[in-house]
């Protein structure tokens, strides 16, 4: 579609999620460009710390959602620039400049972006842990209550503690029944057959008596089949010990979410948190954070897939907010919105490369931060009823509302608080067929062309522009159910 | 006889590809339609499909052609799709026995869920793996004698039968959508275009240079 002109400050990027050579034009190529000065840097990310350790997370998502066009002006000028690029005049030689974190840094932003660690805990504290970490995880000793005033810290620490403890506790579980796990293998042929029997004995450590047991061990190789279909044009994956840590976490979080259990797509989630975190049980709980946020979307049955309640969510949505539209979708036979399925799968991971889905998760992690997401999975854990999520706007400081992230604000102040609100994915989601509104009702004559038009978004789509035109859908969509 | 444009067709074929994760369904897919293979390919979420205009019997073709995810979790989503299919390509992996005794419950999931009359053939895929081969070609055959299938064995990766299996599949459903209206004496329908269609997903970027062709 565009012209060549590869290659321009994207390589830089990429140079951090190295890809096979053979590989490189098999890949959507990588349009943001970290903008020197203007990501979240290393340096910057240190100087947000209190001298004790105190995250300034509202510092932090400033600059994370910094990409988000602000001004009327700046909208025009992206939307000619959008315009030039896709008539052709304007050759993609000049990559999107992206803000976001910097590549070096993302794994430990993440882990606070999705609530692994309260940004109220301190640096010393987190310091002592990771060493401990690395070390014995077993048998770290709890900090005495008296030298420390804050109760949440001490919340935080036993939550990381214990969180840690768990995964090696889970796993070594995992391990004593298939001893594949922790080996740096893993397996891809079933391990039980037809007959209900281990088609190798060798491989299962004890009886399958239990249900639950011989439906995870009948996942295993579904999760090796698709561990050898992730990523593999990224070098990483290039290493049997890479995909086997993939397996790991994949598999013991089927272990112990076996209410969901394992389901395709899951890898591509889980894959990013393996890239960027080095030690696994961190891996581990960062894909663990994010799929609190994505699991519902997981659940099947047999006649119907979670994610479909996202999908109708969304249907509400642009019923709502461009009736138009939505009229002609449904005169497609589209009004499911089923075309939409694998975005929300796998959070537009198919449709943009490694290094800008990651740009894009990021940005949209940012934007729906909420401050109390640490403790409130905390608590849900601890405790049979889930913890409130919403808080009433009213009661909070501007001060505090810049804790949260700009969509999970609106979602406050706008918002009412006895409705559930609904991910930013699915804003996204609909703010993508607003920008390609026109050629959907000139053009789609049948759902097919939908999906022809929408998989242009490969090579066109700014993620900035899209989750600013999410956040304008957003308030329209708030506002107007509102008031109705 | 001039290159007609993809939207001139006789006729809209809709196909559904099916069978266990990882037997080669969304390559044979991009065999057929865009003449590549992937070895980087990535497992298939929900749904996504692909289309090839082609002649068949000295008619024009659209094949519309939906690629399936694998995982049997994905079912409720997938079996949506049968409806209104008019043939099945049904694969399975010849170096992976377990996939071959899964076709019995695939269709199954046919006769429930799909038309009574749909067409559908038998796929050995990947023979090109010769050292690694674990069902025998004649089993196939006489399962698919059997169940009243027809059979062929492919191999994405070396291009091998794969426009033969579409053809034949492609073909036999022609001749019984041409017996159907001779014997109910309406014309063919100008196209079968009109059947409900639901959509999932979006078709990979087509431009793939590191696939071999």
């Not at chain 1, 009823?385 to 949260?404: C, F, G, I, M, W």
């Not at chain 2, 997903?201 to 793939?208: D, F, L, N, Q, S």
């Amino acid at each position: 579609m565009f012209g060549g002109a590869k290659g321009g400050g994207a390589t830089e990027l990429d140079a951090f999620y190295p890809i096979r050579p053979e590989c490189k034009a098999d890949v959507p190529q990588t349009r943001f460009k970290p903008r020197a000065g203007k990501t979240l840097s290393e340096r910057r990310w240190h100087a947000s710390f209190t001298q004790d350790g105190h995250l300034d997370i509202a510092k932090v998502l400033r600059r994370i959602q910094r990409g988000l066009v602000k001004s009327y002006q700046e909208l025009v000028l992206v939307e000619l620039i959008f315009l030039l690029k896709i008539s052709g005049v304007l050759i993609e030689a000049a990559p999107l400049l992206a803000y976001g974190v910097h590549p070096s840094i993302k794994g430990v932003v993440w882990e606070f972006l999705l609530g692994c660690y309260d940004p109220n805990s301190t640096f010393e504290e987190r310091n002592l842990l990771k060493e401990q970490r690395s070390t014995s995880i077993r048998l770290l000793p709890l900090p005495d209550a008296s030298a420390y005033d804050h109760s949440s810290l001490l919340l935080a620490i036993t939550a990381i503690t214990a969180a840690l403890e768990k995964y090696n506790t889970w796993k070594a579980e995992c391990q004593r029944v298939v001893n594949v796990i922790g080996t740096g293998k893993f397996i891809t042929t079933p391990l039980i057959g037809e007959d209900g029997q281990p088609t190798d004995n060798s491989l299962i450590g004890v009886p399958l008596s239990d249900k639950k047991v011989l439906q995870w061990v009948q996942t295993l190789h579904q999760i090796g089949l698709d561990v050898v279909r992730t990523d593999r044009a990224l070098v990483f994956y290039e290493s049997e010990t890479n995909q086997a840590k993939l397996w790991d976490v994949l598999s013991v979080y089927t272990w112990l979410d076996d209410d969901i259990g394992y389901v395709q797509g899951m890898n591509d989630i889980c894959s990013p948190m393996v890239i960027l975190l080095e030690n696994e049980a961190d891996s581990f709980w960062c894909f663990e954070r994010a799929m609190r946020r994505m699991r519902e979307n997981f659940r099947t049955s047999a006649s119907s897939m979670g994610v479909q309640s996202q999908l109708s969510t969304l249907s509400q949505i642009m019923k709502t907010v461009d009736p138009k539209l939505h009229q002609h979708l449904d005169d497609l036979d589209g009004g499911e919105y089923l075309f939409a399925f694998r975005m929300l799968m796998v959070l537009f991971r198919r449709e943009f490369s490694f290094a800008d889905t990651l740009y894009l998760w990021e940005l949209m992690w940012g934007m729906e931060y909420n401050p109390n997401i640490f403790s409130l999975y905390e608590k849900s854990d601890s405790e049979s009823e889930p913890a409130e999520a919403n808080e009433n706007a009213h009661t909070l400081s501007a001060k505090s509302l810049k804790q949260y992230g700009k969509f999970e604000r609106k979602n406050l102040t706008i918002g009412n608080t006895e409705q559930q609100h609904s991910a930013l994915a699915v804003f996204l989601v609909a703010s993508v067929l607003e920008i390609k509104n026109r050629r959907i009702l000139k053009e789609a004559k049948g759902v097919d062309d939908v999906v022809k038009i929408l998989g242009d978004i490969t090579s066109t789509l700014d993620a900035k522009k899209a989750c600013t035109e999410a956040l304008k859908i957003q308030k329209k969509y708030l506002t107007k159910t509102k008031k109705a | 006889m001039a290159r007609r444009p993809d939207d001139e067709y006789d006729y809209l074929f809709k196909v559904v590809l099916i069978g266990d994760s990882g037997v080669g369904k969304s390559n044979l897919l991009s065999r057929f339609t865009r003449n590549e293979f992937c070895l980087e390919s990535k497992s298939t979420i929900g749904v996504e499909f692909a289309t090839r205009t082609l002649e068949v019997e000295g008619r024009t073709i659209k094949a519309q052609i939906w690629d399936t995810a694998g995982q049997e979790r994905y079912r409720a989503i997938t079996s949506a799709y049968y409806r209104g299919a008019l043939g099945a390509l049904l694969v399975y992996d010849v170096t992976k026995p377990t996939t071959f005794e899964n076709v019995s419950r695939w269709l199954k999931e046919l006769r429930d869920h799909a038309d009574a009359n749909i067409v559908i053939m038998l796929i050995g895929n990947k023979t090109d793996l010769k050292h690694l081969r674990a069902v025998a070609t004649e089993d196939a055959q006489s399962y698919a004698e059997k169940e009243g299938l027809s059979f062929i064995e492919t191999s994405a990766l070396e291009a091998t039968n794969v426009e033969k299996a579409f053809h034949t599949i492609l073909a036999e459903i022609y001749r019984i959508i041409s017996k159907k209206s001779l014997s109910s004496g309406e014309p063919a329908p100008a196209s079968v275009k009109e059947g409900k269609t639901i959509t999932v997903g979006g078709p990979e970027p087509t431009k793939k240079a590191c696939c071999t062709s």
